[in-house]
């Protein structure tokens, strides 16, 4: 795998002409290269403008580790979907940025200056230079992305093509074998149009795209929702495994929680556009804190053990339109308080882990009493992660 960090962050800052007064690719100090790949801070986003604008994502704030699967987690509609297209500036009208910085950091130059993009302030000729070579992003609606007309050798020739233009046709015939061999796929599918492929071949072929320039940064919204549990459970082990040998970090998003705490290092746990809790995946899952983290929990089967009767949350998220006063969640909460109809609860840090939660049950208030299934202790246990078995042409995956 080539460098990405100093290879593409020299050719970007060249491709950008560093020097022209006015870029949002920015050298900053010296020092350790940072830690942090995308930085987002109070990232706000509007469908619609003025009196009619709602708020879809409302001042999230997000860091993704190098290397790291961060999860996103939420009910239909709360937002999921809406905080990566605005972070990636895929927004299409009526999505507005309400506010907010979000930061790429693509590593060192030659000189040891970190490079940074400013993803809501970059012209869009910056973004396409970033866009699959340094972030890529697989779309909630990626089984009907691939062009219909075209032969799926062609989808790997136009993004080597357009970022890669060192590389001939042989070489890019033959990155574009390696990359289906790393998803489980034979050759032959290269000359396949879309239609002559399963769904889950479809979504592989979308994930080995999104893996074709070797990006910092692999964005999957709802990858495997569209497909059946077992091509699910496949598709999964092979991200967990090609994130380990191939170091990028990922954001997963999905509305099934017990799926998340298999693959993710960290979740966010969203609700009508902003993240209600976020913490390590073990900690979350052996220890929620929220208790609409609770209700998802308790929405899903267990991971291991006996045969549960399924909870679920009663009611619905809120209407955007028409958003309560106070905690968003209250409604549907059977821990409700006075305070909690009126008042929004802040983001706190909850425990040793890392972990931050919106609620007034964890403020630490005189006189709130934390009920026992929302202040367990984390286990050490880790949460059950998926096998990583790398997939092998010899059996092609469905
Ligand atoms: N084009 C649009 N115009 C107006 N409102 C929109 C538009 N797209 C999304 N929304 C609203 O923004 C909110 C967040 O939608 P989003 O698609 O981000 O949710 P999600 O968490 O990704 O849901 P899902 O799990 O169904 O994909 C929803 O209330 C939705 O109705
Ligand atoms: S702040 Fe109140 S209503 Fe909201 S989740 Fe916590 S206890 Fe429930
Ligand atoms: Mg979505």
């Known amino acids: ?34 830690d942090l790949v995308l930085e987002v801070k109070d990232l706000s986003v509007d469908y619609g403008w003025g009196e009619n604008a709602v708020r879809a994502v409302n001042a999230v704030s997000l860091d993704v580790h190098r290397s790291q699967i961060l999860g996103i987690a939420g009910e239909s509609g709360s937002g999921k979907s809406t905080l990566v297209y605005g972070l990636t500036r895929l927004l299409r009208a009526p999505g507005v940025i309400a506010g907010g910085d979000v930061k790429l950091n693509l590593g ?20 396409r230079k970033v866009r699959w070579s340094q972030v890529s992003i697989v779309l909630q609606s990626a089984l009907s992305a691939l062009n219909p007309v075209l032969r799926i050798s062609k989808e790997f020739e136009e993004i080597l093509k357009s970022h890669r233009s060192d590389m001939k046709k042989h070489e890019r015939r033959a990155r574009a074998v390696e990359l289906l061999g790393m998803v489980g796929l034979d050759e032959d599918r290269l000359d396949r149009f ?55 970090a990922m954001i997963f998003i999905t509305h099934d929680l017990s799926l998340l705490v298999e693959l993710a290092d960290e979740i966010c746990v969203m609700y009508a ?29 267990p991971l291991h053990g006996e045969r549960v009767e399924l909870e679920g949350i009663p009611g619905s998220p809120p209407d955007l339109a028409d958003m309560p006063t106070g905690c968003s969640f209250h409604a549907r909460c059977p821990y409700k308080m006075e305070r909690c109809v009126t008042q929004v609860p802040p983001l706190l840090a909850a425990d040793s882990t890392g ?12 006189g709130v009493t934390v009920p026992e299934e929302l202040g367990r202790t984390v286990s050490i246990t880790p949460a059950p992660k998926p096998r990583a078995t790398a997939p092998t042409n010899s059996k092609e995956a469905s």
């Open 1 to 34: 795998m080539s460098d990405p960090v100093t290879t593409d962050s020299l050719e970007l800052q060249d491709q950008l002409h560093l020097s022209d007064a006015v870029s949002s690719v920015q050298p900053t100090e010296k020092g350790p290269a940072s």
């Open 108 to 127: 060192k130059d030659t000189e040891g200056n970190e490079i940074s993009i400013d993803i809501l302030k970059a012209s869009e000729s910056e973004l």
């Open 194 to 248: 879309p239609h002559e492929l399963s769904g889950g071949q479809r979504q592989r072929i979308m994930i080995a795209l999104a893996l074709a320039l070797d990006p910092q940064l692999v964005i999957m919204d709802e990858p495997t929702t569209a497909l059946d549990v077992v091509t699910q459970r496949e598709i999964i082990n092979e991200l967990a495994d090609l994130r380990a040998r191939f170091g990028f």
């Open 273 to 301: 556009g902003v993240i209600v809790e976020r913490a390590p995946a073990n900690a979350l899952y052996s220890a929620p804190r929220h208790p609409y983290t609770l209700g998802l929990l308790n929405s899903a089967p």
């Open 355 to 366: 972990r931050v939660v919106a609620c007034w049950l964890h403020s630490g208030d005189v």
